[in-house]
C-alpha cells in the first residue's frame, strides 16, 4: 500500500514555456500533499505544502507565481512551473502525507531538463 | 550551524561488510528519526523509523539514536551491491506533524 505516482518521469521542455507535473497517491486519500526539488547532490528542498481543495503554502523564496500547485482531489495534485527557464532543471518530487500516521510517502520523482 | 549535518561522502565499501551512516542535529525538538534510501533518479524509500534514544533492529538494518548527543546512525550488516544508494535522514519534531527535515544525504557504494 501507499503508493504515489509521478508523470511524466522526465521532460525536456524549451525556455519560456510550461510544464505540468502530475502526483497521484494510488491507494489512499491524501489531504496534504508536499512538493520537492532536488539539485545533484544535493538533499531534498521543500517548495510547497498543498492541502485538498485549499491554497498550497510556499516556503519562503520560492515563487508562488512560477510554481503553481493545484490540489484539486484527494488523490491528485500538480505542479506547473511557468515559463521554465534552464536554472529550473531540477529533479521534482512529491510526496502524499497518509493522515493517520503523519507519514510521507514519496513519488519517484520527475526530472524538468530545460533546454 | 545546519539544523542536520550528514557527511554526503562517497563512501565506498566492499560487499559484506559493515557501513555506519551518520547525522547530528543542534534543534533538541527533533523527537522522531527516520532513515529513507533514494537510488540514483528515483524518489525515497523509508527504511527506519524510530523515537526516543535507543536501537531499532530491521533485517540487515539498525538504527540507532543517542539524543544526548544529538546523534543518529544507520548500521548496514553484510552490506550487498544492491544497498549501492544515497542516504538521507530525516528528523521531525511531532508526532502530529508531517515536517521533515532532511539531512543532505550519504551516496554510498557497495563494491562487489
Known amino acids: 500500500g501507499a503508493v504515489v505516482s509521478q508523470h511524466p518521469s522526465w521532460v525536456i521542455c524549451k525556455s519560456g514555456t510550461s510544464v505540468k507535473i502530475e502526483c497521484r497517491s494510488l491507494d489512499f486519500q491524501a489531504t496534504t500533499m508536499f512538493w520537492y526539488r532536488q539539485f545533484p547532490k544535493q538533499s531534498l528542498m521543500l517548495m510547497a505544502t498543498?492541502?485538498?481543495?485549499?491554497?498550497?503554502?510556499?516556503e519562503q523564496g520560492v515563487e508562488k507565481d512560477k510554481f503553481l500547485i493545484n490540489h484539486a482531489s484527494l488523490t491528485l495534485s500538480t505542479l506547473t512551473v511557468t515559463s521554465a527557464h534552464p536554472e529550473d532543471s531540477s529533479f521534482y518530487i512529491c510526496?502524499?502525507?497518509?493522515?493517520?500516521?503523519?507519514?510521507?510517502?514519496f513519488g519517484p520523482g520527475t526530472r524538468l531538463t530545460v533546454t | 550551524q545546519k539544523e542536520v549535518e550528514q557527511d554526503p561522502g562517497p563512501l565506498s565499501v566492499p560487499e559484506g561488510a559493515i557501513v555506519s551512516l551518520n547525522c547530528t542535529y543542534s534543534?533538541?525538538?527533533?523527537?522522531?528519526f527516520m532513515w529513507y534510501r533514494q537510488y540514483s533518479r528515483k524518489g525515497p524509500e523509508l527504511l527506519m523509523y524510530t523515537y526516543s534514544s535507543g536501537n531499532k533492529e530491521d533485517g540487515r538494518f539498525t538504527a540507532q539514536v543517542d539524543k544526548s548527543s544529538k546523534y543518529i546512525s544507520l548500521f548496514i550488516r553484510d552490506s550487498q551491491p544492491s544497498d549501492s544508494a544515497t542516504y538521507l535522514c530525516a528528523l521531525k519534531t511531532g508526532a502530529g506533524s508531517y515536517q521533515l527535515t532532511f539531512g543532505k544525504g550519504t551516496k554510498l557504494s557497495v563494491i562487489p
Open positions: 534543534n533538541s525538538a527533533f523527537q522522531y
Open positions: 498543498s492541502n485538498e481543495g485549499s491554497k498550497a503554502t510556499y
Open positions: 510526496s502524499a502525507g497518509s493522515p493517520g500516521s503523519y507519514e510521507q510517502y
